[in-house]
Nanobody, 115 residues
Framework: VQLVESGGGLVQPGGSLRLSCAAS????????MNWYRQAPGKEREWVAA????????NYTDSVKGRFTISRDNGKNTVYLQMNSLKPEDTTGYYC?????????WGQGTQVTVSS
């Protein structure tokens, strides 16, 4: 099983980034997908979720209206489009696949929002 995130980097406040998470080694379209974020020394925070088919999404309040989660089951990939980025969005972002007791994590990608 592999989840490989990409797309992080340095962006100015108000800018945008799109994170990708490429999945392999499991039946991607059977799993709900999530994005989490975690700063050093802090608890991991759930950011966004999408159902197996992509028909339903949900977001933590701090990113609603700015972030959009989506998935392409043909490409085994989940995305996080991040707009209107703020310095407080700076942290590592992690992809998660979940089905019942099965829980897979990627290695993370760093997002830094700074002028």
């Amino acid at each position: 099983v592999q989840l490989v995130e990409s797309g992080g980097g340095l962006v100015q406040p108000g800018g945008s980034l799109r994170l990708s998470c490429a999945a392999s080694g499991f039946t991607f379209n059977s799993y709900a997908m999530n994005w989490y974020r975690q700063a050093p020394g802090k608890e991991r925070e759930w950011v966004a979720a999408i159902t197996r088919t992509g028909g339903s999404t949900n977001y933590t309040d701090s990113v609603k209206g700015r972030f959009t989660i989506s998935r392409d089951n043909g490409k085994n990939t989940v995305y996080l489009q991040m707009n209107s980025l703020k310095p407080e969005d700076t942290t590592g972002y992690y992809c998660n696949a979940r089905l019942l007791w099965r829980n897979y994590w990627g290695q993370g990608t760093q997002v830094t929002v700074s002028s």
